[in-house]
């Protein structure tokens, strides 16, 4: 079974401050990996993604991949309330666009 | 604006009375798919159309169907559906060969309640 696994939480976090959301993965196979940010009752929008080792800089995000240990992460400098939504890791499981996603990490950022 | 753009954004059905959801896109992507998504549970993936051929997921019911009639369109049919269908039906899109393999881009969605 290929699976992406992420806490549920939530993850609760001060305005500012550095939220860090994390995503494993099972398969060894799986050659890049995507953050969906999803607001309540809304659909997924892409914010990052990676496909090599190490970490990939875009305004506040950073993602970071190390595919020996099957484990990304999404970092959110200073963090606003507006980010507050489920996050959701997913992975290419194979070469192609076919994801499987992670059940998302929901992430609150208060003011 | 270029979009996708689902129908409706809200439906409640009977136990087993059919229903249709619909998808349609001005992206011309060539890729077009259909996740149920539960409260709180990852999007999990029916089937995805790659042009005209037709993707099953190994696990996904023989109840629910889908129809791509042209590259602008995409329907999900429930024949019978059954209290655990209720969830948000999510249509993507994503284009081979684009900028960003694995990019998909969303509908709002098509909220399904099953009574």
């Known amino acids: 079974q290929k699976e992406v696994e992420q806490n549920s939480g939530p993850l609760s976090v001060p305005e500012g401050a550095i939220a860090s959301l994390n995503c494993t993965y099972s398969?060894?196979?799986?050659?890049?990996f995507f953050w969906y940010r999803q607001y309540s009752g809304k659909s997924p929008e892409l914010i990052m993604f990676?496909?090599?080792?190490g970490d990939k800089e875009d305004g506040r995000f950073t993602a970071q991949l190390n595919k020996a240990s099957q484990y990304v992460s999404l970092l959110i400098r200073d963090s606003q309330p507006s980010d507050s939504a489920t996050y959701l890791c997913a992975g290419s499981m194979e070469y192609g666009n076919k994801l499987v996603f992670g059940a998302g990490t929901i992430l609150r950022v208060k003011s | 604006d270029a979009m996708v753009i689902q129908n409706p954004r809200y439906q409640v059905t009977q136990f087993g009375k059919p229903v249709t959801l619909s998808c349609s896109q001005t992206l011309n992507h060539n890729v077009m798919y259909w996740y149920q998504q539960k409260s709180s549970q990852a999007p999990k993936l029916l089937f995805h159309y790659y042009d005209k051929d037709f993707n099953n997921e190994a696990d996904t019911p023989d109840n629910f169907q889908s129809r791509r009639p042209n590259t602008s369109f995409c329907f999900l049919d429930i024949r019978s559906p059954g209290l655990g269908d209720t969830a948000m039906y999510l249509c993507a899109t994503s284009r081979e060969g684009g900028r960003i393999t694995g990019e998909l881009f969303f509908g709002e969605g098509s909220r399904l309640t099953v009574l």
């Open positions: 398969d060894r196979g799986s050659q890049s």
């Open positions: 990676i496909y090599s080792n």
